[in-house]
């Protein structure tokens, strides 16, 4: 029986049942149209440190879509970069 989830957080629980390798077949929608995806459910702390090793230079950073009204600049439509901590790879000085 497929689920029709509704939203973002539904899909999280549901998925963070699931043990480690299981294999999810999705139907999602992007931009209003429907893409078939598969998926495989994979240790958090394992991604995480594969995540680091393949790519210590971009390992912890994130996009965010920004728009926003401001006083001073009116309305900015951008992206923003947060930093969540220093990226340095093993063994570089500061």
Not at 27 to 45: F, H, M, Q, S, Y
Not at 53 to 81: C, S, V
Request: charged content about 25%.
């Amino acid at each position: 029986m497929a689920n029709k989830w509704k939203t973002a957080s539904a899909v999280r629980n549901s998925v963070g049942l699931l043990r480690v390798g299981a294999k999810i077949d999705m139907e999602i929608l992007r931009k209003g149209k429907k893409i078939a995806i598969n998926v495989v459910t994979a240790d958090p702390d394992a991604y995480m440190k594969t995540a680091q090793t393949e790519n210590p230079y971009l390992f912890g950073l994130a996009f965010r879509d920004f728009d926003a009204q401001t006083p001073a600049q009116g309305h900015i439509k951008a992206f923003k970069l947060p930093l969540f901590r220093k990226a340095v790879p093993h063994g570089a000085q500061d």
